[in-house]
């Protein structure tokens, strides 16, 4: 995800990085092109005049915007889900740690409340690289033992087997009476909700919006882009090209922004910020048990997480 300061509004007009005005240049850039030939040929095909006037696109545009808008909150209520879950877990996490750190006689038993924060952290990065499909050993190996490594290394759905491993850790507190059956059951409600947390990430990554919809959707809109000079050249003249580009680029930009943010745990400029979260979370729990992160692992603004 883009991290910026809020831009003048000015500077805002000129903003790349971040935008997706840079993948949409190709197709902006072809129907450029096809509005300067339609124009060229005052909307003339192999001597066959296209009888096409601003009115019923006008109709049709307002109906296709309609639709877009549409489109574009169902994306964004995937991702604000997302960022609802990831805000849950940072909760989740603090108080699971508030809660080890508050156990009696944690100092004198064989239970250490580091390796239960350790076991926190490496759920928060493992569900992060489940979410993305990406390689969790480099930030498991440095959080588990090896005992644990080789557990979870094993394992398709790590994240669960992780909070399988947290459980135990509690069994092991209340073995050593460091924890009445009361604290226990305190702690498998936070357990639960981890739980609650994972099942609904998983849940956005695995029913994406439904493919042919999508592909209605994105038909309909190129087929108005490229039927719009037709319907424009008439009336505008020269004044074609400029109008149709502008046109198109608000729709084609509102259905990629609706693409990237229909699945919000990527790697695209306007996906949530899981490292960053991650490391938040991290700082965090750690902070509360006094220990420090290293600065150096700190995400920097501008750089896409």
Known sequence: MIIRKKEHWFRMLFVWHGSVLPALLPRLGLLLILSLLVTYF??????????????????????LA??????????????????????????TAR???????????IKNNNVSV?????????FVFALKHQLRGTEAHEDLKSRLNEDQLKIITASKYKPAVIMLLLGEWI???????????????????????????????????????????????????YIYCFLLPFGLVDSLGWFTPLIVVFVAYTFVAFEAIADEIEEPFGTDA?????????????ETIHEMIGEQIAVSQKITQNIID
């Open 42 to 63: 005052h909307g003339i095909i192999f001597s066959f005049k296209i009888p096409l006037n601003p009115a019923p696109l006008t109709l049709f545009g307002f109906v």
């Open 114 to 122: 580091p390796d239960f924060i350790q076991l926190l952290s490496a």
């Open 95 to 105: 108080s699971l740690t508030r809660q080890a750190m508050t156990l009696k006689n």
């Open 171 to 221: 069994q092991k507190a209340k073995d050593e009476n460091c924890l009445d059956s009361i604290q226990q059951a305190r702690f498998d409600e936070n357990f639960d909700k981890l739980s609650d947390i994972l099942g609904g990430c998983e849940r956005i990554v695995s029913t994406p919006i439904p493919y042919s919809y999508r592909v209605l959707l994105h038909r309909t809109v």
């Open 66 to 91: 309609l639709f877009l808008g549409f489109r574009n909150n169902v994306s964004y209520d995937r991702f604000w889900e997302g960022r609802k879950l990831w805000g849950s877990l940072l909760n």
């Open 270 to 282: 306007n996906d949530l910020a899981l490292n960053s979260m991650c490391i938040m979370i991290d």
